[in-house]
């Protein structure tokens, strides 16, 4: 099932994602209308990269550039701007 935020500011974390080979792109297949915001190793970080979106059907979308993705591993929050906001999959691309 989607990760669903109920709440503005409601995020997920996934621990020592490895980014062997960098990343230069972020796509999330989303539903909803907000932002998700892509930080790293700490949820009060800078974005390294985000999303806006406004869809009533689960759409892909692709954020426009990333940074800081290298290939050390890092600590993943994805972080929801408003409730209702569902995350169906995502990935990062080269």
């Keep these: 099932p989607p990760a669903k935020s109920t709440e503005k ?3 997920i974390y996934v621990k020592g994602a490895d980014f062997d080979g960098g990343a230069s792109g972020f796509v999330g297949e989303v539903k909803g209308k907000g932002k998700i915001e892509v930080r ?4 009060h970080s800078e974005a390294a990269a985000f999303i806006e979106f406004d869809c009533s059907d ?20 994805f972080v ?3 409730p209702n906001i569902e995350l ?3 990935k990062f691309t080269k």
Excluded: P, R
């Design 40 to 43: 790293l190793d700490d949820i």
């Design 80 to 82: 929801f701007s408003d």
């Design 58 to 77: 689960y759409t892909k979308i692709k954020s426009e550039g990333i940074s800081k993705l290298d290939g050390q591993n890092h600590d993943i929050y």
């Design 88 to 90: 169906k999959s995502w």
């Design 9 to 11: 500011g409601a995020w």
